[in-house]
Nanobody, 121 residues
Framework: QVQLVESGGGLVPAGGSLRLSCAAPGSIFSINDMGWYHQASGNLRDLVATATSDGSTNYANSVKGRFTISRDNAKNTMYLQMNSLKPEDTAVYYC???????????????WGQGTQVTVSS
């Protein structure tokens, strides 16, 4: 099993910034796609941003120009820099990773435990 460890959530005023981190500690052969998703109370879990292992990125329209996803492949860590935060960004943010733990094993899908982001108006 791989435990994705998230950090960086919190309470900020509208217009503020936060940086989320997601680390995959332990022995891992490779990580393919990684991504951030968010889930507001009563809603489904929606995609925020994804990043492939070669650096290609994709963003939800609602966060384009405000959020930046990045990876440090040497550290098996992913980040989400969130700027110009809005009250509607309030949600639990989850990281996701497609992990291959061993060279000859299948790729497995893992989720972090979630971190709360609250943006006050």
């Amino acid at each position: 099993q791989v435990q994705l460890v998230e950090s960086g959530g919190g309470l900020v005023p509208a217009g503020g910034s936060l940086r989320l981190s997601c680390a995959a500690p332990g022995s891992i052969f490779s990580i393919n796609d990684m991504g951030w998703y968010h889930q507001a109370s009563g809603n489904l879990r929606d995609l925020v941003a994804t990043a492939t292992s070669d650096g290609s990125t994709n963003y939800a329209n609602s966060v384009k120009g405000r959020f930046t996803i990045s990876r440090d492949n040497a550290k098996n860590t992913m980040y989400l820099q969130m700027n110009s935060l809005k009250p509607e960004d309030t949600a639990v943010y989850y990281c996701n990773a497609q992990v291959q733990r061993h060279r000859y094993w299948a790729v497995e899908n893992y989720w972090g435990q979630g971190t709360q982001v609250t943006v006050s108006s």
